[in-house]
């Protein structure tokens, strides 16, 4: 497949928030460098005007491209993939990487993009949650599962069940692939979305969503109708500023705020479903 390298000259501390605005318009390899951002999306996906659109959110950010034959992504992750701890007990890792036998949990993820391996800060957040909140024995949804590393998480934490879903092929491909490395039994993996994929007919005990505003907005009568009474809706793909938007949408739908997490400007947010009155 053909591809789109686009060289981003951005500062550093603007990383995280280009490579989860350009993963939503389907760039789907990022490489880190001192001076530039490079960004890697198929000729058929490419759009200039999207990229305008994604970097008026960004001030003085220059840009020039090329087009690729091909690209070799384990040539590219390898030189640039490098693991990640969370919270000190979660270390995530790529196959070639070694092992860490004192690590709480660990989890291998093949990566295919920059988004869902850990590095984001709200993939972070999200995994924090789960390592507070139990699991065992619970039924969970993954919305917009990406590499699967939550399923695999709420797996390792003691879930009897994971339905996961994501509307890429890539990532529908990855998240199996991923299930696969880490051993999983209890991960059910569908392309779709949460008003399209086969899901359980009775609710969930805890839903995964961490997708971004809009998308999380415009589902939140969806999960709050596949969540049970009392169960746990962890959220996060969002900013900060976006909280009160979030929580009056998810007030709207009969769903109570519990408490959030933050990093560098990225939120997570943790939402109960109250009992009916």
Request: charged share 25%.
């Amino acid at each position: 497949m053909e591809y789109i390298e686009v060289n981003l000259k951005a500062p550093v501390e603007c990383y995280d928030r280009l490579v989860a605005a350009l993963s939503f318009i389907d760039y789907e390899g990022f490489v880190e460098e001192e001076q530039q951002l490079k960004a890697y999306i198929p000729v058929s996906s490419w759009s200039p005007e999207r990229l305008q659109e994604v970097l008026q959110q960004f001030e003085g950010i220059e840009y020039t491209i090329a087009k690729l034959p091909d690209v070799n992504w384990n040539e590219v992750w390898e030189r640039s993939y490098e693991p990640v701890w969370i919270e000190g007990a979660c270390f995530i890792r790529a196959s070639f990487h070694e092992s860490a036998p004192q690590a709480a949990y660990e989890i291998v993820i093949t990566p295919k993009m920059a988004f869902g391996t850990g590095h984001h800060p709200t993939t972070g957040l999200m995994l924090a949650w789960q390592m507070e909140l139990s699991q065992q024995g619970k039924k969970v949804l993954d919305a917009g599962c990406g590499t699967a590393i939550l399923s695999i998480m709420a797996e390792k934490r003691g879930a009897r069940h994971v339905d996961a879903y994501d509307i890429d092929d890539w990532a529908v491909d990855n998240a199996i692939e991923n299930v696969y490395l880490n051993r999983c039994k209890k991960i059910f993996v569908q392309k779709g979305t949460i008003r399209s994929v086969q899901l359980d007919a009775s609710p969930y005990d805890l839903i995964l969503a961490n997708i971004n505003r809009n998308v999380l907005l415009d589902e939140m009568p969806d999960y709050a109708r596949h969540l049970v009474t009392e169960g746990d809706l962890l959220l996060s793909g969002f900013l900060v500023q976006d909280v009160p938007l979030i929580r009056s949408a998810a007030e709207a739908n009969g769903l109570e705020f519990v408490a959030l997490k933050q990093k560098d400007g990225w939120v997570s947010v943790h939402f109960t479903k109250k009992q009916e009155a």
